[in-house]
DNA sequence: GCCATTTGTGGAATCGATACCATATTTATC
DNA sequence: GATAAATATGGTATCGATTCCACAAATGGC
């Protein structure tokens, strides 16, 4: 590999001012300047980034930490990411935890040996010892899609577009209305979407038999098996369904339609994710848009600016609208 | 930081020692081993990957240029290549082209000047600057789903994939096909299932209307007009139509429901791609899977193979098979 | 008990860049 | 024309690891 040594060799010059050159500081002639850059094209020469971020401490790189890309949540959120970081120079390292919360911590201190200037989590938890082991870091971290404290984070306001949900499932005359949510330990998308849920209901007066309630994973097929017993366990049957994410309504969907009942005439459904399947399934579904791509954008800007000021961590709440289409 | 430097001072050895602990290179004793392997325990070190592949040239990262990561056909890929090297203590680096060509060959360069160790395209086009490119890197490339002459690739069996797709649309009686493909500098997608749809019906003695050939990009929308050009130019409507991708043909379909055409009795609908919308979309959509997730790991496989030996480039051919369901 | 291995350890060079400092030359100021 | 400031350049230390080499101590064989 070409080194700086023999570019400065071949421009007469030393190593120092090929630096200067190369990154405009300090002095350096028009002479120098010119065969320097000749060399450079001649040679297609680039420094190492290794060398250079052992000296300078900075790698360009932001780790990023996800449970899996193939959601669309993921890649879109990653999408935005890219965007705004590319912008700045900054490259993506991928760190996939396939969904096992140990691996959160483990690749926090792999990025760390890495050395990235920076690191963003697509949390799915905020357990004590992953809050302490970013605290302990020493390098921004930016949460997405869980706050807590002391750590700066991108969240969207689940608990009040959960409430908002409700809210319009009610308004459109439902009254008995089932829920498909996930483990609780994921606070945004367990947690506070049946919070938001269960809190609207009481707000009404109504009451959410036992047997509506279901838990599942992220899949679709979780959402299928957790319909058929919504259905099959129910005394009395619930008008509509609401789903803490699209993949879930879609499985949902798909066991009604298996089994003759009408969405919505017989049952409605709701979820929250926009993903772009929900727009082509049949009936369109109604569905919560959370801005993934603006998500990551955010996340972005936030971990440039902790990069150069790491002391202003916030938790930026973002915005949320309902996509009203056929499935209520 | 903490530095090698300082855990030598703590475990009263010298870096040497703890390096050879470190690799379990060399010779340490029982007794310094303990010392140091106590002190790391306590200080929690981890060795500077930075400073490290400075010195070891080896940087534990395999660069990904892609176009875009918001298909599923990349994220799938992008899986499949995480499951095989994260086994191998491999991290991924991503580089997002948004379809921008020039920015393969731009990344080509930044990916060498952060000294990856090798180098996973998911190729858009075969053409010779890039090829050249590649070549001059001196650092293992593999391309995903293009072919080229002295690169090792993984891709999938486009002429013949769609020679079958043509073959079973035939079969099930139809005669007057449409196709909605895209650009041929995309060799794979573009030229090559264009070439396989025209022999396939050449071989049969099938007439295509000029009309029935649209050109679209890789979005549901463009499926969606491409559809409606069909509809709206040609004399004789088709009864059949081959989109190249599953976007476009769920596109194609919302223009023919919207339309008031039945499928698959009015018009049959058949793509390739298998993703999970596919399957939810109404009808179910006939389409050809093209396993992904195996080739992002196959061609994972296959660069730790070029980085232990550069010589055994291989050109893997994957399978597909044809899932049939509601849509032809 | 002597010589040859094996085992154990530290010193120093090195990877490829940056950055500080000293020094030389040119230009400006009065 | 002397002095100060600006411009230009190279030498050298440094970042944090690995690795080679020299050397010392322990072990073994006869």
Redesign the pocket.
């Known amino acids: 590999?070409?080194?700086?040594?023999e570019?400065?060799a071949m421009a007469?010059?030393?190593?120092?001012?090929?630096?200067?050159a190369?990154?405009n500081?300090?002095?350096?002639?028009?002479?120098?300047?010119k065969r320097i850059d000749q060399v450079i094209e001649e040679t297609g020469?680039?420094?190492?980034e290794?060398?250079?971020s052992?000296?300078?401490?900075k790698t360009k790189v932001i780790g990023v930490i996800l449970p899996t890309i193939q959601t669309e949540t993921a890649s879109k959120i990653v999408t935005g990411l890219d965007k705004e970081l590319s912008q700045h120079g900054y490259q993506i390292l991928l760190a996939n935890t396939n969904l096992e919360k140990e691996k959160e911590l483990e690749f926090l201190d792999l990025l760390k040996a890495r050395q990235v200037d920076g690191i963003i989590l697509i949390a799915t938890n905020t357990e004590q010892a992953l809050l302490q082991k970013i605290n302990a870091l020493k390098i921004p971290v930016v949460l997405i899609g869980q706050e807590a404290e002391d750590v700066a984070s991108v969240t969207y306001n689940d608990y009040h577009a959960s409430m908002e949900i409700t809210a319009f499932l009610i308004e459109k005359g439902h009254q008995r209305i089932a829920f498909i949510g996930v483990d609780e330990t994921d606070r945004a998308v367990g947690y506070l979407r049946k919070k938001g849920f269960f809190d609207e209901m009481a707000a009404h007066t109504l009451i959410v038999e036992e047997n509506w309630v279901q838990r599942a994973v992220f899949d679709i097929d979780s959402g299928h098996q957790a319909m058929e017993k919504i259905i099959t366990n129910s005394t009395e049957k619930p008008t509509a369904v609401f789903a803490v994410t699209d993949r879930l309504a879609v499985g949902a969907m798909s066991y009604l339609k298996q089994n003759g009942l009408r969405i919505p005439e017989d049952i409605a459904m709701i979820s929250i994710g926009a993903s772009e399947m929900s727009q082509y399934v049949d009936p369109a579904l109604t569905t919560m848009d959370y801005q993934n791509e603006l998500a990551g954008e955010k996340a972005a800007k936030q971990v440039l600016s902790l990069i150069a000021d790491p002391s202003g961590k916030k938790n930026v709440v973002l915005d949320y609208r309902l996509i009203i289409r056929d499935s209520v």
């Open positions: 590999m070409l080194t700086i040594k570019i400065a007469k010059v030393s190593r120092s001012t090929v630096s200067r190369l990154n500081s300090g002095y350096v002639s028009e002479e120098a300047r020469y680039a420094p190492s290794q060398a250079k052992l000296r300078t401490k």
